[in-house]
């Protein structure tokens, strides 16, 4: 099994909250048992979405042996999964991802979301 990047669950950290699960577009993390797993490593792409809005830190991203990333995995993961997404809203001025772009953001010790016309002010002050 070759070495690539993969998001690790410390399950000690993890709440269940849940906020994790919508980031992953490809649907790879679920709660069971009251906390975040991945359920399938091949439909982990190591791309780290979920790790900005976890709030107790319990998401990093590891490089270990793991199945190769799998596309056609993913496309039949989410075909047969029911959808339930979360539209998500920019903390500051309350848009939409519908409207504008949102980035995962940590701001005063919380992971929240943010649109890209309320990110400069909280770089630049």
């Known amino acids: 099994m070759p070495k690539r990047q993969i998001v690790r669950i410390d399950e000690e950290k993890c ?9 992953c577009a490809e649907g790879a993390i679920q709660i069971i048992n009251g906390k975040a797993k991945v359920v399938r490593e091949e439909l982990c792409d ?23 990333f ?9 075909k047969n999964k029911e959808k339930t997404y979360l539209t ?11 409207h504008v772009p949102l980035l995962p953001c940590r701001y005063r010790g919380e992971s929240l979301w943010v649109c890209t016309r309320c990110l400069p002010p909280l770089i630049h002050g």
């Open 15 to 23: 709440t269940g909250c849940g906020l994790c699960v919508t980031p």
């Open 46 to 68: 190591g791309a780290g979405f979920c790790i900005g809005v976890c709030p107790v830190g319990a998401l990093s991203i590891e490089e270990r042996e793991a199945p190769a």
């Open 70 to 78: 799998s596309g056609e995995a993913v496309h039949e993961h989410l």
């Open 88 to 98: 998500q809203t920019c903390f500051r001025c309350g848009n939409s991802e519908e």
